[in-house]
């Protein structure tokens, strides 16, 4: 059987980028939302804050994901615990953010189109990271191979998220309030 520390290593270079790269979108994504704040604070724009927020968190547990796998000599128990704690507790809130927008009937909000699609795809996807750390405990160790597909997928979603958040504040659609 295959050390998974040395299989991990192998890895090291992947999850490194990914944590750079995630963490400069979260920057870039942070500092545009910071330029429209007083949108974003204003009641009609909740939904678009709700979504911004889910977005940062996703490009945050990205950042997460790929430093548990770099965690020196973690083993297999220190790499798939955190890994499947995590998956569940990002699971868990976003489901409670899909609720959320699901339960939100304010007809005059402005929102983003597709948001509730967006929560979804991202619900499957921290599903998928945590069979992944179920794979990797059975010792499954090929399941390194679906992470790559996750990550791909999981930056393409939240980059479309990002692109719909900051064309609808650019907008300027200041519609009514909700009463």
């Not at 290593?9 to 963490?23: I, K, N, R």
């Not at 991202?122 to 405990?137: D, I, R």
């Not at 992470?147 to 609808?168: C, D, H, M, N, Q």
Request: charged fraction near 15%; aromatic fraction near 12%; hydrophobic fraction near 55%.
């Amino acid at each position: 059987m295959v050390d998974f520390n040395s299989v991990i290593e192998t890895w090291h270079d992947f999850y490194s980028v990914l944590s750079q790269v995630s963490a400069t979108f979260a920057g870039l994504l942070f500092v545009s939302l910071s330029l429209r704040h007083e949108l974003l604070n204003h009641p009609e724009f909740v939904r678009v804050k709700r979504l911004a927020q889910h977005t940062f968190k996703a490009f945050l547990f990205l950042v997460i994901f790929a430093l548990i796998f770099i965690i020196p000599k973690a083993g297999l128990l220190g790499t798939t615990i955190p890994l499947f704690l995590v998956a569940l507790y990002a699971f868990v809130i976003t489901a409670r953010g899909l609720h959320i927008e699901l339960k939100d009937k304010c007809e005059y909000a402005v929102q983003v189109s597709g948001a509730s699609k967006i929560y979804l795809l991202s619900m499957l996807t921290y599903l998928m990271f945590g069979v992944v750390a179920v794979l990797l405990f059975l010792g499954i160790d090929k399941a390194l191979y679906l992470v790559v597909g996750l990550v791909i997928w999981t930056l393409a979603l939240v980059t479309t998220s990002s692109w719909k958040l900051l064309a609808e504040l650019n907008a300027d659609n200041m519609s009514q309030k909700c009463e």
